[in-house]
């Protein structure tokens, strides 16, 4: 069994910053990739940043420049800076372990003055 922790959501004005943290647990083995995926209301879960195992780095057009997603381990990270109300959605954690995959259980980022 493994489990994806998120935290370091919350509310933030247009233009501040945000750091999300995801910690991996349990039967963990031959990470492929680790990354952000999000769900804004009415809208299907889109791909945020991925990282691989060798540690190339995949970004959505929309966050390019602005977001850096950083691995340690079995913990991976978003660093959100230039925040939009666009941005505005529940950010998941996403393990691939190739055969599988793993979800966290979201955590709600809101950007608005």
């Known amino acids: 069994q493994v489990q994806l922790v998120e935290s370091g959501g919350g509310l933030v004005q247009p233009g501040g910053s945000l750091r999300l943290s995801c910690a991996a647990s349990?039967?963990?083995?031959?990470?492929?990739?680790m990354g952000w995926y999000r769900q804004a209301p009415g809208k299907q879960r889109e791909l945020v940043a991925a990282?691989?195992?060798?540690?190339r780095t995949n970004y959505a057009d929309s966050v390019r420049g602005r977001f850096t997603i950083s691995r340690t381990n079995t913990k991976v990270y978003l660093q959100m800076n230039s925040l939009k109300p666009e941005d505005t959605a529940v950010y998941y954690c996403?393990?691939?372990?190739?055969?599988?995959?793993?979800w966290g259980q979201g955590t709600q980022v809101t950007v608005s003055s």
């Open positions: 349990g039967s963990i083995f031959s990470i492929y990739a």
């Open positions: 996403n393990l691939d372990m190739g055969p599988k995959t793993y």
């Open positions: 990282i691989n195992s060798g540690g």
